[in-house]
């Protein structure tokens, strides 16, 4: 972990500590510039944004900063971004944060050339036929290890009245290299490292256990799995290099397993956010042991593999869903609804958008309302 390493999948990657010191001469070389930094404005005010900035701006590259987005990004952050790309005359994006940064940015990189309503490019309704133009070269920075953005080709953008979450896609919007360096979480609070963690972790357990045949995402899922067990308590309560690295390496990994779907968790979450602006790691970390425990019963060789991984032992898979509940007391997160505010009259609300929601679908087993209402009681 104290070397450096390129490696393509599929999108090149830069990864070690230091790494985001090449930024400056890969502009250059590509002959761009003036990027358009895209991040939140949390981030815009620590030194690292700042030293990358000013290393960028000492080669001779002129940058423009765009942070006005929300906790859960918005359809109008995304607009208001394309704005100032095209008045700033940009000629490339740098996404560097989390995912909600990492998403704008990538929404943006889509928005420049593709000029009809955002959301007639949402997925779900096969809006990517749309995505037909080029797009600006587009570049990522990850500073959690969480979402794995930096490595997907889609983003989740919401309407700004409903909150109803939209999928943005294409391969065209993959980034054109990443420079994933743990330097830059090391200084992340306890809180957000232990969220974005629980939000790796669920990418990697749900897209192990969503249904449909894919190998390959079901062995990286598996040793993502590996990884955040053998860190994210060390990279929470006293991190080092090494727990760092290893939590940033499995959110990539969870980015592309969950190529393979995801599944009751996400639909669990999504709505906290829309409904109560729930960070999306915490909503994660919260709903995880009950989504598992639903989807058990059937499965139970799934659950064995993933209790080795995690370090339960063979043929463990009943204590997954316990280890889980231990896992978030120890990292300081809740495991109830009612400790973010949720009450039994929000329950209807909450499971009818969780039903209406594009992860659950991919779940191994089906999911319909009553049960959104049973699980959400339990979680309560």
């Excluded at 309704?125 to 959690?144: A, N, Q, R």
């Excluded at 760092?244 to 499995?250: G, Y």
């Excluded at 043929?315 to 109830?336: D, M, T």
Aim: a neutral charge; aromatic letters at 8%; proline letters at 4%.
């Amino acid at each position: 972990m104290n070397k450096t390493y390129t490696y393509n999948f599929p999108t090149p990657i830069r990864f070690g500590s230091g790494v985001i010191s090449e930024l400056a001469d890969y502009l250059k070389k590509h002959n761009l510039k003036r990027p358009l930094f895209v991040t939140d404005g949390t981030v815009a005010e620590l030194s690292f944004f700042k030293k990358i900035k000013s290393d960028v701006e000492r080669a001779g590259v002129y940058v423009e900063v765009f942070t006005e987005m929300h906790k859960n990004p918005l359809k109008s952050d995304v607009l208001k971004g394309g704005v100032v790309y095209q008045n700033a005359k940009c000629d490339c994006i740098v996404g560097i944060g989390g995912g909600v940064a990492l998403d704008v940015a990538r929404a943006i990189v889509l928005r420049v050339n593709h000029k009809r309503d955002l959301f007639d490019y949402d997925d779900l309704i096969g809006g990517d036929k749309y995505v037909t133009e080029d797009v600006p070269h587009f570049i990522t920075v990850p500073t959690t290890s969480g979402t794995g953005s930096e490595v997907g080709r889609s983003a989740i953008i919401s309407e700004d009245i409903s909150k109803k979450k939209r999928i943005l896609f294409s391969p065209k919007l993959m980034a054109k290299i990443v420079f994933a360096d743990p330097m830059l979480t090391m200084e992340l609070p306890k809180f957000i490292t232990a969220a974005t963690g629980m939000d790796a972790l669920t990418h990697n357990m749900e897209a192990y256990v969503a249904k449909g045949f894919h190998p390959m995402c079901d062995g990286i899922a598996l040793e993502g799995i590996a990884l955040i067990a053998q860190s994210i308590e060390t990279a929470t309560i006293n991190p080092d290099i090494e727990s760092r690295s290893k939590m940033l390496l499995a959110s990539l990994m969870g980015a592309v397993a969950f190529q393979k779907g995801l599944g009751i968790v996400h639909s669990l979450a999504h709505p906290l956010s829309s409904v109560f602006d729930t960070h999306h790691g915490l909503a994660n970390a919260i709903n995880l042991p009950y989504g598992m425990d639903f989807n058990y019963g059937g499965f139970e060789h799934r659950f064995d593999k993933m209790a080795v991984a995690l370090g339960l032992g063979t043929n463990a898979g009943s204590k997954v869903v316990s280890h889980l509940f231990e896992l978030n007391e120890k990292l300081g997160l809740p495991s109830k609804l009612s400790a973010i505010g949720v009450k039994e009259e929000d329950i209807d609300e909450l499971s009818a958008l969780a039903v209406a929601d594009f992860c659950h679908p991919n779940n191994p087993k089906p999911v319909a309302l009553k049960d959104f209402k049973t699980v959400y009681k339990k979680a309560l």
